[in-house]
């Protein structure tokens, strides 16, 4: 039996500290780097070797996963000097489970290439309790054969990997998914707040949805923080959201494709932001809306 690929994975946060976990706990030998030293101990005392730059990351591991916050840190952990690029070794495979911009992940498929390495662009779908538990989804564009050569590694941190094709091609269905999701969750934020209004008890309105043709995985999900105005812990923060819909609204603006309820929906999360809201969850737009009807406080 081949051995095991040897894996680095760059970005310990809320999302790549549990899948750094499931990759140790599978049992592929792990190194891991992070900005901040100490979100890496947890995983050190579980036989995680530690190093001190990506790009020493990028000089030990066959497949180096990526899960960063935001374009930013994105551009900085690939492209520094002691980055991924300038050190990944030919045959290595860079993996970015990230969210961002198609752009941005052939940039990075085209400069990992000269140097003899290959680059997916694989954002995840799934919050923090799918991670937790090894089951995201996985939208992969870029190499066939490194996806293939991946997935071991899928497999360990999620429930089904989908390949869609050229590098940009995972980034794009992550922005579709998501701009899909932050609409359904403002009409549903809409429709609370107008049922309140007219005298509905919230609890009644969830459970007349989740029975009815209107019912979604995402409103069962988002029911009790609704009703209880429960926005923390964010398994998903409405500042994230921000950020992924203006890269939505930016790809649609590239391709001159109209998102008119994308753009609303945009414009309410942000406007919770404004309101001091970012830290929240996600779904927390309803709580907004509830203020503009006057059926809550702010």
Same mark, same amino acid.
């Given at each position: 039996?081949?051995?095991?690929?040897?894996?680095?994975?760059?970005?310990?946060?809320?999302?790549?500290?549990?899948?750094?976990?499931?990759?140790?706990?599978?049992? &592929?030998?792990?190194?891991?780097?992070?900005?901040?030293?100490?979100? $890496?101990?947890?995983?050190?005392?579980?036989?995680?070797?530690?190093?001190?730059?990506?790009?020493?990351?990028?000089?030990?591991?066959?497949?180096?996963?990526?899960?960063?916050?935001?374009?930013?840190?994105?551009?900085?952990?690939? &492209?520094?000097?002691?980055?991924?690029?300038?050190?990944?070794?030919?045959?290595?495979?860079?993996?970015?489970?990230?969210?961002?911009?198609?752009?941005?992940?052939?940039?990075?498929?085209?400069?990992?290439?000269?140097?003899?390495?290959? &680059?997916?662009?694989?954002?995840?779908?799934?919050?923090?309790?799918?991670?937790?538990?090894?089951?995201?989804?996985?939208?992969?564009?870029?190499?066939?054969?490194?996806?293939?050569?991946?997935?071991?590694?899928?497999?360990?941190?999620?429930?089904?990997?989908?390949?869609?094709?050229?590098?940009?091609?995972?980034?794009?269905?992550? %922005?579709?998914?998501?701009?899909? %999701?932050?609409?359904?969750?403002?009409?549903?934020?809409?429709?609370?707040?107008?049922?309140?209004?007219?005298?509905?008890?919230?609890?009644?309105?969830?459970?007349?949805?989740?029975?009815?043709?209107?019912?979604?995985?995402?409103?069962?999900?988002?029911?009790?923080?609704? $009703?209880?105005?429960?926005?923390?812990?964010?398994? &998903?923060?409405?500042? %994230?959201?921000?950020?992924?819909?203006?890269?939505?609204?930016?790809? $649609?603006?590239?391709?001159?494709?109209?998102?008119?309820?994308?753009?609303?929906?945009?414009?309410?999360?942000?406007?919770?932001?404004?309101?001091?809201?970012?830290?929240?969850?996600?779904?927390?737009?309803?709580? %907004?809306?509830?203020?503009?009807?006057?059926?809550?406080?702010?």
């Amino acid at each position: 039996m081949a051995p095991r690929p040897t894996i680095g994975i760059a970005g310990l946060g809320r999302m790549g500290a549990p899948i750094a976990a499931n990759i140790l706990a599978a049992g &592929f030998p792990t190194t891991v780097w992070n900005r901040t030293p100490d979100k $890496a101990a947890a995983l050190l005392e579980h036989g995680a070797a530690w190093t001190d730059t990506p790009g020493d990351l990028a000089q030990t591991a066959d497949i180096v996963l990526t899960s960063l916050a935001d374009p930013a840190a994105v551009e900085r952990v690939y &492209f520094a000097p002691d980055g991924l690029i300038a050190h990944a070794r030919p045959g290595a495979i860079l993996v970015d489970l990230s969210t961002g911009s198609p752009d941005m992940a052939r940039r990075i498929a085209d400069a990992a290439q000269e140097g003899g390495a290959a &680059f997916l662009d694989a954002p995840v779908a799934g919050s923090i309790p799918a991670a937790t538990s090894g089951q995201l989804g996985i939208m992969a564009g870029g190499d066939r054969a490194a996806f293939d050569r991946c997935a071991e590694v899928f497999s360990a941190i999620g429930k089904a990997a989908y390949y869609l094709g050229p590098s940009g091609s995972g980034a794009t269905m992550k %922005l579709v998914a998501n701009g899909i %999701l932050a609409v359904l969750v403002q009409a549903v934020a809409e429709g609370v707040a107008l049922g309140e209004k007219a005298g509905l008890a919230t609890e009644d309105i969830f459970t007349v949805l989740n029975a009815s043709s209107a019912a979604a995985p995402v409103v069962a999900a988002k029911a009790t923080a609704i $009703a209880d105005r429960a926005y923390l812990p964010a398994t &998903f923060t409405l500042g %994230l959201m921000q950020k992924d819909l203006w890269l939505v609204l930016s790809l $649609a603006n590239e391709l001159q494709a109209p998102m008119p309820a994308t753009s609303v929906a945009h414009d309410m999360v942000l406007a919770a932001n404004a309101t001091g809201k970012s830290a929240l969850d996600f779904s927390a737009v309803a709580l %907004l809306m509830e203020e503009l009807a006057g059926t809550r406080e702010p």
